[in-house]
């Protein structure tokens, strides 16, 4: 067990194969306490990133931990969403379907990220990690936001460095990354599909 806990990017990628196994399915319903707890063992990651990313991990972190608590009493991600709107709540701060769009742009993330990181060349993560935060999340961040990420992503950590946090070799990393790339995209559908099929739009 102890291999495992060591391997956070085998954890991530297997909870995220076990999840689009249930969103392929088309007949389970995707459990909130599944889903929060696949999408807290990403939390690692943003943390393995510096100080470039530590915005996002902490939000990141809070938004899970929030899906996690609503699990107690919400049993799927669907009925989370009816709920909100149902009470008309959904954009509103703090509600749980703000905070399910919020970690799904964050899964989103990693996954661009992941992407990058297989078609770059060299050590350096300023590039791949540019281009993930452009792509996902500098559209809905403020310029302070976006200028201090920009300034963090010279303390980002070489590819190295970080295949080192995540306790990978370069060969074992790319077929973890490959695997989380391949189980998150219909994860990452299936969450967008609950809300544009509910006329919620995901762009806010």
């Not at 049993?75 to 009816?82: G, K």
């Not at 993330?109 to 993930?132: D, R, T, Y």
């Not at 992503?153 to 695997?179: G, I, W």
Request: proline residues 2%; contains cysteine.
């Amino acid at each position: 067990m102890a291999g495992e806990e060591g391997k956070p990017l085998r954890r991530i990628a297997e909870a995220f194969e076990g999840l689009a196994d249930t969103v392929s399915s088309r007949t389970a319903a995707v459990e909130v306490a599944t889903f929060s707890r696949a999408c807290s063992r990403v939390s690692v990651l943003f943390g393995c990133l510096g100080i470039a990313f530590k915005f996002a991990e902490m939000d990141y972190v809070s938004k899970v931990e929030d899906l996690s608590e609503a699990s107690k009493s919400i049993s799927l991600l669907h009925s989370l969403l009816d709920l909100d709107v149902e009470k008309n709540c959904v954009r509103q701060a703090g509600s749980h379907s703000r905070n399910l769009l919020r970690v799904k742009r964050g899964l989103d993330m990693v996954k661009v990220l992941f992407e990058q990181i297989l078609v770059s060349e060299g050590n350096s993560l300023k590039g791949p990690a540019s281009v993930a935060y452009a792509k996902v999340f500098a559209p809905h961040h403020g310029w302070a936001i976006r200028k201090a990420v920009a300034a963090g992503m010279y303390a980002l950590p070489t590819k190295a460095q970080l295949l080192k946090k995540l306790n990978e070799d370069e060969a074992s990393a790319k077929v973890q990354m490959q695997n989380y790339i391949r189980a998150s995209a219909p994860v990452i559908l299936y969450i967008e599909e609950l809300f544009l099929s509910r006329k919620l739009g995901i762009d806010w």
